[in-house]
Structures are given as C-alpha cells and as structure tokens.
C-alpha cells in the first residue's frame, strides 16, 4: 500500500538525507595559490553594469547599485545637455593667455581671437572673453589702430600700407584713416623720423617727407640717374604703401630739399 507523504514531511526527509551525506571538502586536498590562479571558478568576479540610456542620458547608478526611477528619468530626457567645460583650469588659462598676448603688443579682436583659438582654447569661452575684455577695455581695436598707425610711420610706410593693416587686422572703425591718422598724435614721436622734427606738421603727415627719407634710406640721398633707376625706385615706394601721386613726387627730392617740402 502506498503512503501518501505530505510536504512537511517530505521537505523533512530531504533535510535529513543532506545531513548524512559525509563531507567530502575535508577529503579533497586544497589547491595551492598557483593552482587557484588557473581556476577559472577561483577568479573575482568583476560586474560591470551597462546602464540604459534614455534619450542619450545614461542612467545614473548610485552605490547601492539603484538606477534612477523612471519618473526622474522622464524629466531628465527633457532637460537639454550642456557640455561642462568652465572649470578653473580651463578658465584660468585662457585668461592667463590674453592678459600675456595683450602685454606684449595692442591687438585688435580679431588678432587675440585667432591666437586663443590656435591654443586649441574653447571657442565659446574665447568669444565670451572678447566680449567682456572690450567692454573693460582690455582689448580696444581702435588702440591697435593708432599703434598700427604709428608703427607705420616709424617704419616708412604710407597710407595704403595702413589701409591694407586695418584689413589685415579685421579693423573696421567709425573714423576715417584720415581722422585716425590725426589722433595718432605722430609729430609726438621721438624715434629719429623726419617727423619728429619740431617743425613737423601739426595737422597730419607729409607723406611725400617719409616717401623721400624712405627713398633715400635705401639708394642714397641723391636723385635717381636713369629710367631704370627711376623705375627701381618708383617700385619700392609703391611696394611701402605711398600714394603714387607721393611716390612721382619723392624721385624729385632728397634729404637736403627737407625745408622746401614743409610747404608742399
């Protein structure tokens, strides 16, 4: 006959069956460190989680391993991402960078934007500098053209030289190079330039002054001697910038004909 056992008692008789088994573990020779580095089963378990995203924003896992709920996971979907850029190192460089560019020379925005950017600075963070560096005046473009003005000067150049360095610069002012050129204060200069004499207009340049002290720099002071001369030395001041109404008028001078041209 049959004896229908219930759960109790079956669950009891399998308790007592484990019970009896003999430990084997005791009769098994344990594994030496070296073995336990060939056995798989003996290896640390590393998981790593790949946490869902939604909507391109991972999910974050806190250190309970508990995702976020999908309620606060729904409102983040929503919120647009920013890229996390302004920390202080990165901000404390690009400042770093524009004070030092601008203390070695004035530059126009132009000029500092394109030397930030080629230090591989954030570009949104160099556009926002800019902005705030020309309303402290840090950065003023109108002080480059009045440096650029004067550089020219000292260097012999004429009017279309600084015409084509405004270009060059990205300056673009309200102010003719005509009223610039009066605001450069350039009979102030004391740099051994024929206009820095005290006779020196006080209105403006002489440009055809610079063009003959040009000229006589570089092919002496005397008057060329042939066409071939004249056309050499006609180039040359075309190639620094004068008008070429100034550059027909320099071959006709040298340095000894100074006082005659303040009336010019």
């Not at 344990?30 to 939604?54: E, F, G, V």
């Not at 995702?67 to 990165?90: C, F, G, M, R, W």
């Not at 690009?94 to 132009?110: D, I, P, T």
């Not at 009223?179 to 055809?208: R, V």
Request: some cysteine; glycine content about 4%.
């Amino acid at each position: 006959m049959t004896t229908i056992k219930t759960l109790a008692e079956i669950l009891a008789d399998m308790d007592n069956s484990v019970s009896a088994k003999p430990c084997q573990s005791s009769q098994a020779p344990l594994d030496t460190p070296a073995q336990k580095s060939h056995h798989p089963s003996t290896r640390p378990k590393q998981s790593h989680k790949t946490n869902p995203s939604i909507n391109g924003i991972n999910t974050l896992t806190m250190a309970d391993t508990t995702p976020l709920d999908a309620s606060t996971a729904n409102v983040l979907k929503h919120v647009a991402s920013e890229p996390i850029y302004q920390n202080d190192k990165d901000v404390n460089r690009l400042r770093w960078l524009a004070f030092y560019y601008l203390s070695r020379r004035e530059l126009s925005q132009k000029q500092l934007r394109q030397k930030l950017l080629d230090k591989h600075c954030n570009p949104q963070m160099v556009e926002e500098l800019l902005v705030e560096f020309d309303q402290k005046n840090y950065q003023s473009d109108e002080r480059c053209a009045l440096m650029i003005i004067r550089e020219s000067v000292r260097r012999g150049r004429g009017k279309h030289h600084i015409a084509q360095s405004f270009k060059n610069a990205g300056i673009n002012l309200p102010y003719s190079i005509d009223e610039l050129i009066g605001m450069a204060d350039i009979p102030s200069l004391s740099d051994g330039t024929i206009l820095a004499d005290d006779d020196a207009p006080k209105d403006g340049i002489n440009w055809l002054k610079l063009a003959v002290e040009a000229r006589c720099k570089k092919y002496g002071n005397h008057l060329p001697d042939d066409q071939k001369q004249k056309a050499r030395q006609l180039r040359f001041l075309q190639y620094r910038g004068f008008e070429m109404s100034v550059c027909f008028a320099a071959l006709n001078y040298t340095l000894d004909d100074m006082d005659e041209l303040d009336f010019i």
